[in-house]
Structure formats: structure tokens, C-alpha cells
């Protein structure tokens, strides 16, 4: 399994980011895809995940009407678009799954929200 996030960068708060996951390695549309992120001296924590089929999808209550998660399986790709973005999304944001028992994580983009 290979996880490669792209898309983070600085940002002006109110402003947006679109983030790409770029999956290979197992049958992508059959798995549940997640975005989770890390601030610094915190814990790493969920911020939306979508099943493999795209029909349910889940938010932390902190994104919630800000931010859409999204995939693509003809791409293998799973999207994280965020509006109004707000210093405090400021965190490493990583891509999730958990194919064949195994969890798998990307390398992580950073997202910097400043003025």
C-alpha cells in the first residue's frame, strides 16, 4: 500500500487548500479512505473519512461545513478541500486506510494557516 499526500502549503486564514491522496497498491474503490491531522504537541486526530463507495462520510465536529472530503476511484484518489480555513487547522494532515489488517499512513503534508 502507498499513501502520497500533496497540496498543503501556507495559507491566509479565510482562505482554502485542496489536498490530494494518491493510492496504489490494493483495490482502492473497496476501502474506507480517511484525512487525519497532527498540530504540534498534540495528538493526531480524525478529520473526515469516507467509505469505498463514497456513501457515508464523517466529520470532526471542528471542520464540519468548512471542510469536503471526496474520492475519485477511476484516479485512486481522495481529495480533503478546505474553506474558511482558520489558524488553528494549522497541522501535519495525513492520509489513512486499513487494508488487509494493516494500517497504512502517507508521509504527511503540512498546512499552515497565518496572516
Known amino acids: 500500500v502507498q499513501l502520497v499526500e500533496s497540496g498543503g502549503g501556507l495559507v491566509q486564514p479565510g482562505g482554502s487548500l485542496r489536498l490530494s491522496c494518491a493510492a496504489a497498491?490494493?483495490?482502492?474503490?473497496?476501502?474506507?479512505m480517511s484525512w487525519y491531522r497532527q498540530a504540534p504537541g498534540k495528538e493526531r486526530e480524525l478529520v473526515a473519512a469516507?467509505?469505498?463507495?463514497?456513501?457515508?462520510?464523517n466529520y470532526a465536529d471542528s471542520v464540519k461545513g468548512r471542510f469536503t472530503i471526496s474520492r475519485d476511484n477511476a484516479k485512486n484518489t481522495v481529495y480533503l478541500q478546505m474553506n474558511s480555513l482558520k489558524p488553528e487547522d494549522t497541522a501535519v494532515y495525513y492520509c489513512?486506510?486499513?487494508?488487509?489488517?494493516?494500517?497504512?499512513w502517507g508521509q504527511g503534508t503540512q498546512v499552515t494557516v497565518s496572516s
Open positions: 489513512y486506510t486499513y487494508v488487509s489488517q494493516k494500517t497504512s
Open positions: 497498491g490494493f483495490t482502492f474503490s473497496r476501502y474506507a
Open positions: 469516507v467509505t469505498g463507495a463514497g456513501r457515508s462520510i
